[in-house]
C-alpha cells in the first residue's frame, strides 16, 4: 500500500545527483501525516491540505483510532461560531442568551437541535497518538542537529559539493508533507546540484563593497549563513549559524544575507553572458531607488561597464537595481 508512495516521492526528486537513500519506513509515513493533525483543529482543514495521494492513511489513523473524535461539545465548538449556534437554538426554540459554552451545553441537551448539526468530521490526534508524535519528533530533531552540524561544517571548510549531497540526503529521507505537495526535489525548486554549487561558490567569495562595514569575520559568518539558507535549512538553523554574531551594521543580518544573495546572482549573471560574442548591453532599472539608485535608472551599460550591485552608493536599504539585456537592434 504504501510502496507508490514511495513512488511519489521519488519521481518528484531530481535523480540526476542524489544517491539513493533509503526513504521513510511506512510506518514513518504515518507520522508524517498525524503530525499533520497533530495542533490543527479540524480533520476536514487538514484533509483538504494534504494530497490527494496520501489521504487514505488519514484513513487508516481513524480506523487504528489514532485519529479520534472529541466530545461533542468540543467538535461543535470547532465547527460553529455564536451566530451559527443561535441560529440553531432559535430554530429550535431554545434561548438564545449566555456565552458560546453555554449555548452548547444546550443544544447538546436537546435532541432535536443535535440532530440539525448533521454530521461532524472532527478528528483529533488520541492522546497516545500525540505522546508518540513527541518522541518521533524530539528523534527527528536530533537527526536534523546532526545533519546540520556536519553540513554547517563543511560550508566552513568549503566542501560545498559534500554540503549539497548531505542536505539532499536529509531531506530525501527526511521528507515534509510541503515538500510533497509542492514536489519540490531535495536540492530545492528548479536547481541542479551544478547551479547550486556554482551559486554557493559565488557566496562563499562574494565581498560585495556594500558591506564593507564588516569585519571579515563577521562577513565570513554571513557567507556562511547565507549558504545554510540557500540550502534551505530553516530559520532556526539560520540563527545557529550566526549564533555569537554580533557586528552591528546599518543592515541587519537578514538583509545583509539577501544582499550577499543578491551580489553573488549578480556576479552569476555577469559570468554567464561574459561567454557571449560580440559582447553584451544592458538597460538597468531601479524603481523606486534612493537618489543615488534612481539615478541609473533608465541607464545603458556594456556589460563590462556593468556597476556592482548592490550599488554600493546606495543610501538605503540596497534598492533592487535590474540589468535588462539588450536585444541589439539599434537600442542604446
Ligand atoms: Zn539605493
Redesign the pocket.
Known sequence: MFAFLKKIFITNVSSESVKETQLYSDNEWEFLVLNEFYSAKSYEKVLKSLPSEIRFVADQLIGNKELVKPPIEVQIDISFRVPDLKKILKNNEIPISGNKDILIQRLVSNNAALQCLGSLDIYQCSDNAKHSIDRWKNERALIEENYFEKVLSLVKVRKIEEAVDLTAEFKKRYPKISDLKASVSPLGINISKEKQCNLITLILSSNPKILSGYSEIDLEQLRVSTVIWQLGWTGQWIDKAMEGFSSICRFSSERSRMLLFIHARHTETISVFSNIKGGMRFRLSSKN??E??AALDGKCVDLSEMPEIP?PD???D??AILPTPLIYDGET
Open positions: 531607488g534612493c543615488n539608485c550599488n546606495c543610501c538605503s540596497g534598492c
